[in-house]
């Protein structure tokens, strides 16, 4: 199982990025997944998630700013980032819990990570 994660970039402040998350292998379900943030000198910063079923919650310094969703049919997890500020700057990660073929559980997996860099 793998995470790809896309879309990252530097950006002018107020302006979008989307960011893309593809799952590839052998899965037999994914469920919540995850975008989550590091800055500079900070801590991992779980950034937005949604259920399986679509339930969606965001932190609150994003809301009204990022969206997130997921297309269960291509096993992709999108981050669209709106109004961005230099406060958004990090490398941001998805992660899934994924259940493999073969595995009885779910488990977490992490993609490599995307920088996001706003600044004039």
């Known amino acids: 199982v793998q995470l790809q994660a896309s879309g990252g970039g530097l950006v002018h402040p107020g302006g979008s990025l989307r960011l893309s998350c593809v799952v590839s292998?052998?899965?037999?379900?994914?469920?919540?997944m995850y975008w989550h943030r590091q800055a500079p000198g900070k801590e991992l910063e779980l950034v937005a998630q949604m259920s399986r079923s679509g339930v969606m919650t965001v932190v609150e310094s994003v809301k009204g700013r990022f969206t997130i969703a997921r297309d269960n049919a291509r096993n992709t997890l999108f981050l669209q980032m709106d109004s961005l500020k230099p406060e958004d700057t990090a490398v941001y990660y998805c992660?899934?819990?994924?259940?493999?073929?073969?595995?009885?559980?779910?488990?977490?997996?992490w993609g490599q990570g995307t920088q996001v860099t706003v600044s004039s």
């Open positions: 992660n899934a819990l994924i259940r493999a073929t073969g595995r009885a559980g779910s488990q977490s997996y």
């Open positions: 292998g052998t899965i037999e379900a994914i469920n919540g």
